[in-house]
């Protein structure tokens, strides 16, 4: 049975940083292209950003870029996002999910095969 568990999200000022997790088990996690989501509320489910099997290749919304950095350590099954320069709008669950397949577009939720079930971020301002 896959399982998929977020860690790390919590309370922080505007400005500050914080480190999420996302922990793999029952895969090969080190064939999967692993995303990061996040949900605000009253909003859909948007991508943040997403590494491949090798970690060689990563790509982000532009939202993120320059402040949100994405990870792999594939001998400890999990996949990292380090936010910095958190913002009160970066507030919300985020989700990380996992594809056997390099997704034809990154971006789209539909693409990947497994989902966590969140971590929430709250930055205060």
């Known amino acids: 049975q896959v399982q998929l568990v977020e860690s790390g999200g919590g309370l922080v000022q505007a400005g500050g940083s914080l480190r999420l997790s996302c922990t793999a088990s029952?895969?090969?996690?080190?064939?999967?292209?692993m995303p990061w989501f996040r949900q605000a509320p009253g909003k859909e489910r948007e991508f943040v950003a997403a590494i491949r099997w090798s970690g060689g290749s990563t790509y982000y919304a532009a939202s993120v870029t320059g402040r949100f950095t994405i990870s792999r350590d594939n001998a400890k099954n999990t996949v990292y996002l380090q936010m910095n320069s958190l913002k009160p709008e970066d507030t919300a669950v985020y989700y990380c999910a996992a594809s056997r397949r390099v997704p034809t577009t990154m971006a789209r939720s539909y693409e990947y095969d497994y989902w966590g079930q969140g971590t929430q971020v709250t930055v205060s301002s």
């Open positions: 029952g895969l090969t996690f080190s064939s999967y292209t």
